[in-house]
């Protein structure tokens, strides 16, 4: 298994601000498998909380070295369901703080609205206990689970992350635009980042900006990139866009 991390770009600085680890799994024979075929199957297994401990610790062992040669990019993490429920999770990140040494405010874990819901007695402080470390949250695939709007107040966020078939209706399916729309609206008036992810064209693109997401994570900048193509790639973007 090995991590590639894909790009966040600052669409008014046309910086990167940040990457999201995401988890490959090239077998021996079968070729490369995708996490939405393992990961559920590593969930199955009990095998998610080891799995996603390991990709803690490596993404945060990458990203404290890009930081100290001068990219201060956010870290994003997935962190699945079970994670988020095992006793482990909150000793875990504050080992691996520690032993990384990166900046807490750079790491930023994604989770998923419908575990967070199952069990909110258990989750939402867990949620606050990661934000007294200075750790940063993001909700992932947001607007797809059951979302509550009364829980989402409670929920120590820092950014909505637009699950991508919503940007893909953009200027598609007048409900799902106006759904990214709203998206962002209510992001805002919560104080929250609004990120959109899945932008693989230019008119998704200024749809975004124009009504205020400046966050982009996607094909049309880049898709998850092996490690060692990273900080090429961070180095060379922000020149390309400022003279867009
Ligand atoms: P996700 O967290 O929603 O991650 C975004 C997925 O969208 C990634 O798929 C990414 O490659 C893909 N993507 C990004 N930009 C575009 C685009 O412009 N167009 C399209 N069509 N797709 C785009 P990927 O890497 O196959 O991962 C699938 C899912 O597997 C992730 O969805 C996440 O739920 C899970 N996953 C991946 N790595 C991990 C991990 O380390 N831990 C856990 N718990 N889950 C992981
Ligand atoms: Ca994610
Ligand atoms: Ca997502």
């Known amino acids: 298994m090995r991590i590639h991390y894909q790009p ?7 910086s990167v601000m940040g990457v999201e680890a ?70 875990t990140v504050a080992r691996v703080i520690q032993q990384s040494g990166i900046r807490p405010a750079l790491l930023d874990l994604e989770v998923t609205e419908n575990f967070l819901l199952r069990q909110p007695e258990i989750t939402i402080p867990k949620l606050h206990k990661l934000r007294e470390m200075g750790v940063s949250l993001s909700m992932d695939d947001f607007g797809t689970g059951f979302s509550s709007l009364s829980y989402l107040k409670k929920l120590p966020l820092n ?56 966050q982009i994570q996607g094909y049309y900048f880049s898709r998850p990139l092996p490690v060692d193509e990273l900080p090429d790639f961070v180095l060379n973007q922000a020149v390309e866009i400022s003279f867009e």
């Open 22 to 91: 995401l988890l490959r799994w090239q077998h021996s024979e079968a070729g490369m498998i995708s996490p939405a075929k393992f990961i559920p199957l590593a969930e199955e297994q009990g095998l998610i909380v080891p799995i996603g401990e390991w990709v803690l610790e490596e993404a945060c062992r990458r990203g404290k070295a890009w930081h100290d040669q001068g990219m201060e990019i956010q870290i994003g993490v997935n962190v699945a369901g079970q994670q988020i429920m095992h006793e482990s999770l909150l000793p």
């Open 159 to 214: 950014t909505l992350k637009i699950d991508q078939s919503f940007v893909r209706d953009i200027g598609e399916d007048p409900e799902g635009t106006a759904i990214v729309k709203a998206i962002i609206v209510l992001a805002k008036s919560l104080g929250l980042e609004a990120l959109a992810e899945g932008v693989e064209t230019s008119e998704q693109l200024s749809f975004l900006r124009t009504h205020g997401c400046h």
């Open 8 to 14: 966040q770009i600052d669409a008014r600085t046309g």
